[in-house]
């Protein structure tokens, strides 16, 4: 459990910055959130069910954590493993680099799980939500985070520069919100793009979280989860191959 | 360390190396840039791990147990990586974290701390108000949060002007004093001569030559020192080649070695100009290691 002092190292630091923290993690998605929900929530009454708003609301909210979980573990990470050499002066500890990459992910989890958490506010404080499900976001919040904190750190320790990121974020995170039914039901892609999202996590965040927001439990809750898990652990296995590559050397 | 060896990319970098340090010493790693020093000290501490050879940090084998053993050990790094994101205080408080001391005991610890570096007026400073021989004792005041037994230093004065350096080297003597082990990586020889019981001079992954700072000059090297340069130097050269076992030239300089340089010193021309000097530590060095550039 030593990777928890590396956890606490980037607690420490946010802590300083919380209520900065807590406004940029809500200002991006709310903007998104109020500007398109009010605008095609006028033209599309209701979606699947549910008012377009609330639709919207819970794939923005799988979709920021997605964004804080990437963004901490690539820039935030690379800065601390490269620009500072924080993680070298850790690693004269008795910390090994597993632990490091263990610390950085399920930080960059717990500070995706933050923007979750204030986007479930919003849904609340609107009374977008129609049942205490809704609550059951919390933990499937994390568990996106995880997913995403982990595929980021591999970006991370094999980055060169800043602008490996850049191919990482307009390749793979931007499409993969196109497709994974944020904004508009999955079932309405072409049959072969329906296939490429559901091998994507994101898919199965918006999957779990937005029956949770319509009131009742998810289907194939299991199934979900697992896609989540499995990319977190297959990130997690990775990163560590590559950050032990890029440390022995 | 025993018959330690390691490559990168096909070029040995560690060529075979035996080394061991007494408890309560002061042992230098001397060598040009590139020697192999930094890997040597990455080796040991288990950052990295070696091709062939043995390797035993506080009786713990490495990289096998390195975790065990670096928990009894203190490292400063050739370059500063202190936490810009945290006050003085705090890298010393987060730094503890990493090696499992109970909060308590940091926060009995760390006023002590924070008096050996100087920098107990400065405990809420940030990191990039500091200067650099400030930086330079917050780091070795950082190496020593687990009260280690052993301390690696990896060129400790290297950019110190030199009030600050003197006063790193106040530090490191009291540490030896107190019995910490040291070990230092340098090729600052004034630093090394001064501090280190015994010296290593590393050239090309091998060990060339080791002893005493005073054993190593008198083994290798004649007492006196005679460095000549100015209009007419190349004629004297020529002369001066019969009157000293050793002379050398270096870019417009004749440095000249033996036991007696006075019959040097009389041959000279109005317009050469001398320094007389004892041989030191950095003589031994360029004759070991040669006068060629190495980058």
């Known amino acids: 459990m030593r990777w928890i002092a590396v956890w ?44 377009y708003m609330a639709f919207f609301a819970a794939g923005q909210l799988c979709t920021a954590t997605m964004f804080t979980a990437s963004f901490e573990s690539m820039f935030s990470g690379f800065a601390r493993m ?49 049942s205490p499900w809704v609550l059951l976001a919390l933990p499937a919040a994390f568990f996106v985070g995880l997913a995403f904190s982990a595929m980021g750190l591999v970006m991370c320790v094999l980055a060169r520069g800043w602008d490996f990121f850049s191919y990482y ?3 793979v ?11 508009f039901p999955a079932e309405q892609l072409p049959a072969p793009l329906l296939v490429v999202a559901k091998a994507l996590p994101l898919y199965h965040g918006v999957q779990i979280v937005r029956p949770l927001v319509a009131g009742g439990p998810p289907p194939d809750l299991l199934l979900h989860l697992a896609v989540l898990l499995g990319y977190a652990a297959a990130g997690y296995a990775a990163a560590i191959y590559f950050a032990r590559k890029r440390f022995a050397s | 360390m025993r018959a330690l060896r390691k490559s990168y990319d096909g070029a040995e970098v560690v060529s075979g190396i035996d080394l061991s340090v007494a408890p309560g010493e002061c042992f230098g790693l001397l060598g040009p840039n590139g020697a192999g020093k930094t890997t040597t000290l990455k080796l040991c501490l288990g950052l990295i791990e070696p091709d062939a050879g043995e390797i035993q940090l506080l009786g713990e084998p490495v990289p096998r147990r390195a975790r065990e053993a670096r928990a009894g050990v203190g490292v400063v790094p050739q370059f500063d990586n202190l936490d810009p994101d945290f006050t003085v205080a705090e890298n010393l408080t987060v730094y503890s ?28 400073a940030k990191i990039s108000a500091l200067s650099g021989g400030m930086k330079r004792r917050l780091t070795l005041a950082r190496a020593l949060v687990n009260n280690p037994q052993l301390v690696f230093m990896d ?85 001066a080649k019969g009157l000293a076992p050793r002379v050398e030239r270096a870019g417009d300089t004749v440095f000249c070695y033996g036991e007696d340089v006075s019959p040097l010193i009389q041959s000279l021309s109005s317009d050469l100009v001398y320094l007389h000097r004892p041989a030191s530590l950095e003589d031994v060095f360029l004759k070991l290691t040669g006068r060629d550039l190495r980058d």
């Open chain 1, 173 to 183: 995170m931007t499409p993969m919100m196109m497709i994974s039914g944020v904004f």
């Open chain 1, 169 to 171: 974020m307009t390749l």
């Open chain 2, 97 to 124: 974290r990493y090696f499992g001391i109970p909060e308590e005991q940091s926060k009995q610890r760390i006023p002590a701390l924070l008096e050996f570096a100087g920098l107990t007026g400065r405990r809420d």
């Open chain 2, 155 to 239: 060129e400790p004065s290297t950019g110190l002007d030199p009030q600050a350096r003197h006063l790193i080297w106040e530090r490191l003597r009291r540490l030896t004093q107190e019995g910490k082990t040291l070990v230092l990586t340098t090729h600052f020889m004034e630093e090394a001569e001064r501090l280190c019981h015994r010296l290593a001079i590393m050239d090309k992954g091998r060990i060339i030559a080791g002893g005493s700072p005073r054993a190593l000059i008198a083994e290798h090297i004649e007492p006196q020192v005679l460095e000549v340069h100015g209009t007419g130097y190349e004629q004297w050269m020529e002369r």
């Open chain 1, 82 to 130: 490269q620009g500072q050499k924080t993680w070298d002066a850790i690693l004269y500890a008795p910390l090994t680099i597993d632990d490091i990459v263990a610390g950085e992910i399920v930080w960059a989890a717990s500070k995706a799980w933050l923007t979750g958490s204030t986007i479930l506010g919003v849904v609340l404080v609107f009374g977008l939500a129609s």
């Open chain 1, 8 to 51: 606490r190292r980037n607690f420490l630091v946010r802590r300083k910055l919380f209520a900065a923290a807590v406004l940029s993690n809500l200002a991006d998605p709310l903007i998104m959130l109020f500007g398109l929900g009010y605008g095609l929530g006028a033209l599309l009454p209701s979606v699947a069910g549910m008012s």
